[in-house]
DNA sequence: CTGCGAGTATACAGACCGGTATGGTTATGT
DNA sequence: ACATAACCATACCGGTCTGTATACTCGCAG
């Protein structure tokens, strides 16, 4: 029963998934191939399929989890280094993605799978949306516990600045985005 | 003599560069095949490979003329609807990149190409860093001509502004991006 | 009139693409 | 003991990929 949804949580589904996650980020969807996958996973294309059914389901798989573990990661930053309502807690967004983001120099992974799959009703196309959403609606929230007056606008405008940071730093090449962002996000707060 | 550098500028090249960026930017680099190109285009591989080389080269001039022609726009757009420094002059940009995206909603060429092709030595990773570079310093320059102090810091800031809104647009389809993002740019320069 | 640049048309090479088929092995749980 | 799930190994399918080869036509400038 239920023959199209698929277990992947198996130990070479857990291969194959960490596997695609690493080359897709690295290099791109298209530019990585099922075959490759398989390999470098020390598994077989036989097993991919019977995991994750297609590529394009893998793919959502890998934007899914990367999700998650983002969101993951970034509250557990801010109970650490800024429990507390306020501005901090803004900026501390950047914080956490200045670190969450060293050594990586390939930029937003769903920005990039827009590039790619933008358009086409590619099942990993909600993904991408949706967490741009989140990331909006989090700094609207934040910035409303914050006590800031006007938080949809400013809120709105932080993300932004969030977004803009990861795009100059990575395709742009520029090494002080994060702190620039940050910079700016403050004199926005307190403006 | 100078096999090398061949010269597109030719009838059937002007189609098939035209052709190809439409493609390239609908559909992704790596989702247009050539033979694709040369077919739209009415011609034929053969004279897309006299013309251009190899693909990559057409890839590079594709960027390139894109960013050419993105920039001749705005310096219209200045020239015409702000022609005189201050602030008006900065948010000024946001309109015309507004105009110039309405009805395009696949983002920024030179961030999806950098999606494709970042961490490779493709000749169009140059024309990325180019577009990016240029934004930023034509930022800083406006808001130095406008006597707002601090113009590379302020600069900065409108330029992830600018950024933040094309992803935020296009990946994140938040429609108010534009607004948001002019809106953010006045109260940083009055700050 | 002749040489050349530009273009058309078609075929081909060699690799890679996503996806399927067949068949055998091992571990686990009933 | 037997089914089942998970996995491995390998071969294959039709299609597409970038890039090259061959051979022809046309217009133009020296």
Sequence with gaps: MCATVRNPHTPAGARILDTASALFYERGIRAVGVDLIADEAGTTKKTLYDRFG?????????????????????????????????????????DALKERMSGQDRGCAFVNAFAELGGTDHPGNAVIREDKHYMRSLFIRLVGEAGIPDPA?????????????????????????????????????AA
């Design 54 to 94: 297609s590529k394009d389901e893998l793919v959502a798989a890998y934007l899914a989890r990367r999700a998650e573990r983002w969101i993951a990661f970034l509250t557990d930053y801010l109970a650490e280094h800024a429990p507390e309502p306020g501005p901090q807690r803004v900026l501390a967004v950047m």
């Design 153 to 189: 606008a400013v809120g709105a405008h932080a993300h932004l600045l969030y977004e803009g940071a990861i795009v100059a730093r990575t395709a742009g090449g520029l090494e002080g985005a994060y702190d620039e962002a940050r910079a700016a996000m403050a004199r926005l707060l």
